[in-house]
Antibody, heavy 122, light 107 residues
């Protein structure tokens, strides 16, 4: 059974930094592209970032480009999101999500974690 | 970036009704579209991918159609478990976008 477990969400002040983690199990982690998707309270889903299965390619939403960095450690079956220069509008539940297909990504998300809450507030 | 617009934002229906949700892309995305269901306090669940392909384990009352800029999610006979919020999602040129969601409520 695929499991994705996010952690690291806390209350942080504007301008602060935070690192989220996602622990994966139940599938061959290093075969899949992985994404971060966020959801502000009561709002729609917003895609944040993706990293390719081998870690060679990364892409970001314009809203986080230059502030967030996605990375992975395939030896630890773990995905990360380093978040710097945090703003109030970054307050959200952050989900990690897995692409549906190995290697040749479909760009659809077939498994999701339960999310970790990041609150940016003074 | 491609914008995705869903309609309606909220839909009230009876159990047993046929329900249709629309999703419009701001430019053509061929068939690069998925539909997700999200219940309160839960993660989204993939229902349909590549516009019309039913994800494994999803009931056959769910179906998707469309291509280009116009897409539709249909629930043929609404069940109590289907009351939730539904999102469309597109992929194009290293950019992924969700619609704003359609909440399906009990009438």
């Amino acid at each position: 059974e695929v499991q994705l477990v996010e952690s690291g969400g806390v209350v942080v002040q504007p301008g602060g930094s935070l690192r989220l983690s996602c622990a994966a199990s139940g599938f061959t982690f290093d075969d899949y592209d992985m994404h971060w998707v966020r959801q502000a309270p009561g709002k729609a889903l917003e895609w944040v970032s993706v990293i390719s299965w081998d870690g060679d390619s990364t892409y970001y939403a314009e809203s986080v480009k230059g502030r967030f960095t996605i990375s992975r450690d395939n030896s630890k079956n773990s995905l990360y999101l380093q978040m710097n220069s945090l703003r109030g509008e970054d307050t959200a539940l952050y989900y990690c999500a897995k692409d549906r297909n190995p290697i040749a990504a479909t760009n659809y998300f077939d498994s999701w974690g339960q999310g970790t809450l990041v609150t940016v507030s003074s | 970036d491609i914008q995705m617009t869903q309609s309606p934002s909220t839909l009230s229906a009876f159990v047993g009704d046929r329900v249709t949700i629309s999703c419009r892309a701001s430019q053509s995305i061929s068939r690069s579209l998925a539909w997700y269901q999200q219940k309160p306090g839960k993660a989204p669940k993939l229902l349909i991918y590549k516009a019309s392909n039913l994800e494994s384990g999803v009931p056959s009352r769910f179906s998707g159609s469309g291509s280009g800029t116009e897409f539709t999610l249909t629930i043929s006979s609404l069940q109590p478990d289907d009351f939730a919020t539904y999102y469309c999602q597109q992929y194009n040129s290293y950019s992924w976008t969700f619609g704003q969601g359609t909440k399906v409520e009990i009438k």
